[in-house]
């Protein structure tokens, strides 16, 4: 039996990729391992200072699937109701479960950023918000294999994750998670344009069952998205 308790996850660990945050600084792979390099090196300067300023958080739970019509319409246990495309609903129609979660690594990051743009000095400003952007998604992929660990009955398998505002999903429907999950809890609010605060914040629905469609263990992965040619893509 999945147990369906909202549950609160303080201190996520996280170890930042140096190579990721160079990726999304836009510089290629054999690139990030240059240590001449001044990106580089400030990169590693930089680092040091925003271990100590992340409070990365976590908060998740699981509601029983009741049904999914045909134009996207899913109803849950405890009588929430959502609106998805038909891309979800080809690859969570036959889940038990959905999970809904947030994580963060909170405000402190992006004050940091904010403060070196206001001094000009520019090439920091992006390293802290590339920091920022990986750390996130680290706490996310963190939070999801705990979860996966600690929650998810043998046989079950788990789809692809979905975020709010996202190609797949109408960002209004964000209010919707936030209702269920409360992330007020770990910090995390909305704004009137149902964008999360802090920014360096992730929220996504997964569904979970033993008959899934599509299933996947590589949750953030590349190969589902709808933009082939961005610029951060993984090769």
Not at 65 to 93: A, C, E, H, P
Not at 133 to 153: C, M, R, S, Y
Request: with cysteine; proline share 3%; charged share 25%.
């Amino acid at each position: 039996m999945v147990k369906t308790e909202t549950n609160v996850i303080e201190k996520i660990p996280i170890k930042i990729a140096e190579g990721e945050v160079l990726r999304y600084l836009g510089y290629q792979k054999k690139l990030s391992l240059n240590d001449s390099s001044h990106v580089h090196k400030v990169l590693k300067e930089e680092l040091e200072q925003a271990y100590p300023l992340l409070e990365s958080k976590g908060i998740y739970c699981f509601l029983t699937m009741i049904s999914i019509s045909q134009n996207g319409v899913i109803r849950t246990g405890q009588d929430y109701q959502f609106s998805v495309n038909k891309k979800i609903i080809n690859l969570i129609q036959n889940a038990e479960y959905l999970l809904f979660a947030v994580a963060t690594v909170g405000a402190k990051i992006e004050e940091h950023t904010r403060e070196w743009f206001k001094e000009g000095q520019y090439l920091k400003a992006m390293v802290w918000d590339a920091l920022g952007t990986v750390a996130v998604k680290t706490a996310g992929q963190w939070l999801n294999h705990f979860i996966e660990k600690e929650n998810i009955p043998r046989g079950f398998q788990l789809s692809r994750y979905f975020e709010p505002g996202s190609d797949d999903w109408d960002i209004q429907e964000q209010k919707k998670v936030f209702t269920i999950l409360q992330p007020e809890k770990i910090g995390v609010t909305l704004n009137s344009s149902c964008m999360m605060e802090p920014a360096k914040s992730l929220s996504w629905i997964r569904g979970m069952g033993q008959n899934l469609t599509h299933s996947c263990r590589d949750e953030f992965s590349c190969d589902y998205c709808a933009l082939p040619n961005c610029a951060f893509r993984k090769k």
